[in-house]
């Protein structure tokens, strides 16, 4: 059993990374309960759908933006000093979002300009937060490392919108939001505790201050353009999220097939969440193969083969509005989404790996930003082919297309562009 659970070792040999562990996984609680409580302080002063789906256009636009020249900031300077300046105009981006809610401003626009400045901050926050990681722990440990921190990220993502919502119910938006500024203290002092990560130098690269600016990031693009199994962890990714990503189809799902409306559409959201934190609790006996790029492809095509039964599980129940939840549906769909759940969370954790172990220090910052700006839109450009197969079919043969599409895809991009990720062994990590 001791197998199976999560490998520690990161956390019990690396005081920095268990105070960066620590530090990140309470702030980052905080970071999910006031995204949630945005949206619903938005609804309530609109009570518009369309406006609180446009937050998620204003967080998205700077986060794509921004996200390439933030990696190209990480590789230019001292990277816990990046983090830190990040972390400290998310903190008081964060303070003013509760001023609004105590100074009972009542502005949607306010809102939507804060969300913004959010992205941006994070955009730079997150590539220097996972760039440090392999600075502080051996290259042997980095799977076991990465799949700790992803499972405390699916722990926020899980525990931190209820949380968030609990708290605008039972009290207010105004105890949300300074509960998130008070757990941002724990990031800082993590962050703070560090000690200096001066950018290691490329062989033959001058010695001075680096310039930041776009011919640092093309030249990031470029390296990731030379460099086969990298760029294929990308594609991999993008084929998953954008071809058979199934969230956009639970609301009507809840409401068309299995009934119970907005409450089923929380089960199956969450499903995959407790999915990703079961397959971080069980990484132990995962993180130490060494045919990571194998997993990497067996892990998509479990997530579509789920996909797919979750798609084929609709089509036999059928679009009949039933006026209560059909329970046994119900069960077998979270069971399958949280199977999808726990291949997306093995497929993230040794494409980070692979991204860090592969990279050279002077480059891990810009291709971090890519891989940030990957997984920020991947999902939502799935939303929309998703969405747009659903309207024309139905929501249960979207997901069956979906699924059987990105499946068919991985199969062809290995057999063809991918046959050296196959090969790629963890001991001797080749780009």
Not at 38 to 65: E, N
Not at 82 to 89: E, Q, T
Not at 182 to 208: C, H, K, N, Q
Not at 331 to 339: C, D, H, K, N, Q
């Amino acid at each position: 059993m001791a197998r199976l659970l999560a490998d520690l070792t990161p956390l019990r040999s690396s005081p920095a990374f268990r105070r960066l562990w620590w530090g990140l996984g309470i702030s980052n609680i905080g970071t999910q309960l006031t995204a949630v409580a945005v949206g619903l302080q938005v609804y309530a002063l609109t009570s518009s759908t369309l406006a609180v789906g446009v937050l998620g256009l204003c967080a998205l636009v700077p986060l794509v933006v921004l996200g390439l020249y933030g990696g190209a900031l990480v590789d230019a300077f001292d990277r816990r000093k990046v983090a830190l300046a990040a972390s400290s105009a998310l903190l008081v981006v964060t303070a003013a979002i509760a001023a609004q809610a105590w100074l009972d401003v009542g502005s949607v626009g306010l809102l939507y300009v804060l969300v913004g400045l959010q992205s941006a901050a994070s955009a730079v926050n997150n590539p220097a937060r996972t760039a440090i990681i392999p600075r502080l722990v051996p290259r042997e440990q980095l799977p076991a490392a990465l799949a700790v921190q992803t499972l405390a990220w699916n722990v926020a993502l899980t525990g931190g919108p209820l949380l968030g919502a609990a708290l605008v119910a039972w009290h207010s938006f105004e105890a949300a939001y300074t509960l998130d500024v008070v757990l941002f203290g724990a990031s800082l002092y993590a962050l703070w505790r560090l000690p200096d990560l001066p950018p290691e130098r490329a062989d033959g690269e001058p010695t001075g201050r680096r310039v930041v600016g776009l011919a640092s990031v093309l030249e990031g693009l470029r390296y990731l353009g030379t460099r086969p199994n990298l760029r294929m962890t990308f594609l991999l990714d993008l084929s998953a999220m954008i071809l058979a990503m199934p969230r956009v189809l639970f609301p009507a799902v809840g409401v068309l097939v299995l009934g119970g409306g907005e409450t089923t559409t929380g089960y199956l959201t969450a499903a995959i969440a407790i999915g990703a934190v079961l397959a971080g609790v069980l990484s132990g006996g995962l993180v130490h193969l060494r045919r990571q790029g194998a997993v990497i492809v067996a892990a998509i095509l479990g997530f579509a083969a789920s996909v797919t039964g979750f798609g084929v599980l609709l089509l036999v129940v059928g679009e009949h509005r039933p006026q209560s939840t059909i329970v046994w549906a119900l069960v077998v769909a979270t069971a399958l989404l949280a199977l999808a759940g726990a291949a997306d969370s093995i497929s993230s954790i040794f494409r980070q790996t692979v991204l860090q172990a592969a990279t050279p220090d002077s480059m891990r910052g810009r291709l971090q930003g890519v891989f940030i700006v990957v997984v920020a839109g991947g999902p939502r450009l799935g939303d929309l082919v998703v969405g747009s197969l659903a309207s024309r079919f139905g929501e249960g043969a979207a997901a069956v297309i979906g699924g059987v599409t990105c499946a068919a895809v991985v199969l062809l991009l290995s057999a063809t562009l991918g046959r050296r990720l196959l090969r790629y062994d963890a001991a001797d990590p080749q780009p």
